[in-house]
């Protein structure tokens, strides 16, 4: 579980649309799961999983249908769709609400079916941005869950989110964005690493080099210029 910490505007739904090939980058180069996210865009589609920063799910549909409609794109024969299907709705306890048109749905019911759509092609890397925005406390917490779940059983996860807590709670490692200010016309972002301690749930600055006392007095020199 890799966590993407940062305020709103600092890049990290920019950067989840590269990395998901829904955007191409300016410049540079980017892998997942061994595919160029340019050069192999079409086959890296096929070994991922994306819910968006907004439930993207049809509410004149129902639960069930708009999972079977996520099966169809991925072109699953209709035994197995279905299968999946059904599984998705067991999971995330939307069995009752499968057979309801989605614009019935809670807040916290649409969430989930749109993570467990994300879950239908059974991606080993799944994409989650800022799945908890929103959500009432009982809630978050059961998507806490659900996402711990999936990494236990072996999904990589790549988790935005604007909360330090969300953060410590669920990954093993989490990078810190901000935006810099613009230079050359360019906004430029600014990553700061920073590693989770699972044992102790909190985040603590990666150690910097010991580069001796002449590199100590150069920057005492440039501090007083």
């Known amino acids: 579980m890799l966590a993407l910490l940062g305020p709103n505007g600092a890049g990290k739904t920019t950067l989840v649309r590269i ?7 300016d410049s540079g180069r980017a892998r997942v799961a061994g595919y160029d996210v340019v050069a192999n865009a079409g086959r890296l589609r096929t070994v991922i ?16 249908e708009n999972l079977e409609l996520v099966g169809l794109w991925y072109h699953l024969d209709k035994h197995e769709y279905r299968r999946r299907a059904q599984e998705v709705l067991e999971r995330f306890s939307l069995i009752d609400a499968g057979g309801r048109l989605v614009k019935t749905y809670s807040g916290g019911m649409r969430r ?10 059974l991606p080993p890397v799944l994409f989650l941005d800022e799945p908890t ?53 360019q906004g430029l972002l600014r ?13 603590v600055d990666q150690p910097q080099p010991d580069r001796g006392p002449d590199h100590e007095r150069a920057r005492d020199g440039d501090r007083a210029a």
């Open 191 to 203: 990553r700061r690493a920073r590693r989770v301690q699972p044992s102790r749930g909190r985040l």
């Open 19 to 25: 990395l998901t090939t829904l955007l191409r980058p």
């Open 49 to 64: 999983g994306l819910a968006g920063q907004y439930a993207a799910v049809d509410e004149l549909l129902t639960g069930r």
């Open 112 to 121: 989930r079916l749109d993570i467990g759509a994300s879950l239908i092609a």
């Open 133 to 185: 925005t929103g959500l009432d406390p009982r809630t978050r917490n059961e998507v806490w869950q659900f996402i711990e779940e999936l990494v236990a059983a072996g999904t990589t996860v790549l988790l935005t989110t604007q909360y330090m807590e969300e953060a410590e709670h669920l990954a093993h490692q989490a990078h810190r964005h901000h935006r810099a200010p613009d230079q050359g016309g």
